[in-house]
């Protein structure tokens, strides 16, 4: 994009000027409002205003869930080490990949105590994640450099998902794991509404060198849905995993009473295993193209009596 047609955007959108100062500034925003902030958000991203009073696509109902379902046990969900012991509970601890430590900064981590490979990731947010594959090449210092600057971010004020707002952050040590790839670890990620899904997709290609993530969205008969949302479809032929059936099951199970929850779960050499707790996909914020799919997702969307 030229500087001018970066410029015309802002002129059309002057929102995204607004978006711009809390990206680069981002005490700012913690002075606004919870639905100023989502108000600016949104429209910085659509061109359109944010409806609250009778949402219709499925972005907008995210926003609505935001700031009117306020249950406290969503924060325990999204908590990376206590959602474990919660769906340990209720599906059974085999699903679980191993905790191998939890910290409460960096500098009590005692890699002496750590395997060859392993994960390190924070509790509290989206890609505080570093991967090992061989602690003699680690880089401590970047490895320290990166986990401690997402300890001190509050993942809460970024998009206004209110379950993050009183995570205590800790870091957490897990087992290294990878599936039958060899490099990395596809996500099952299953759109459950009320306890039932509903759509799901496949995240593939993450972390690979001159390779964007790929998305592939499926009906609950793995038929494949045509459109994107964030990240293109792959053009390899992925096949629908023996165990896609048990996930969905385990993820309506999860989800039960919960009006929109996607539930993720990978599939390890024929094991399953889960992932985490999502209930604002893309923080609400990412188009479907073509447009028809964010209204049909959002009529799988049963909005609740507000909280407040």
Not at 51 to 61: G, I, M, R, S, V
Not at 79 to 92: A, E
Request: charged share 30%; net charge neutral; glycine share 4%.
């Amino acid at each position: 994009m030229t500087k001018h047609d970066y410029i015309t955007k802002i002129i059309k959108n002057p929102y995204k000027l607004i978006k711009y100062a809390f990206d680069n500034a981002p005490y700012l925003s913690t002075f606004v409002p919870d639905k100023v902030y989502l108000k600016i958000i949104y429209r910085s991203k659509f061109g359109r205003k944010l409806d609250l009073k009778n949402p219709q696509t499925y972005n907008e109902k995210l926003q609505w869930l935001k700031l009117y379902d306020h249950k406290e046990i969503y924060t325990t969900l999204v908590d990376k080490q206590l959602v474990k012991k919660y769906v340990s509970n209720i599906i059974g601890e085999e699903y679980i990949i191993p905790t191998l430590a939890s910290y409460n900064s960096f500098d009590e981590i005692d890699f002496g105590e750590l395997p060859d490979k392993f994960v390190l990731k924070t509790t509290h947010d989206s890609g505080g994640v570093v991967i090992c594959t061989d602690k003699a090449t680690l880089d401590i210092q970047e490895t320290k450099k990166v986990l401690t600057s997402h300890l001190k971010k509050s993942f809460f004020y970024q998009g206004r998902e209110w379950p993050y707002k009183n995570i205590n952050p800790k870091l957490i040590a897990e087992k290294y794991m990878v599936d039958e790839s060899g490099y990395e670890l596809k996500d099952y990620k299953f759109f459950c509404f009320n306890g039932t899904a509903k759509a799901m997709f496949i995240a593939s290609d993450r972390g690979m060198c001159n390779e964007e993530t790929k998305f592939d969205f499926y009906d609950m008969e793995f038929n494949h849905l045509p459109f994107t949302n964030g990240h293109p479809n792959s053009t390899k032929n992925i096949k629908k995993p023996k165990s896609f059936d048990k996930m969905k099951q385990l993820a309506e199970i999860l989800s039960k009473d919960i009006p929109q929850v996607r539930v993720d779960f990978y599939d390890i050499n024929g094991k399953i295993y889960f992932g985490e707790m999502t209930f604002f996909h893309w923080g609400g914020f990412v188009p479907f193209e073509p447009e028809f799919w964010d209204y049909e997702f959002g009529s799988w969307i049963q909005l609740p009596k507000p909280d407040k």
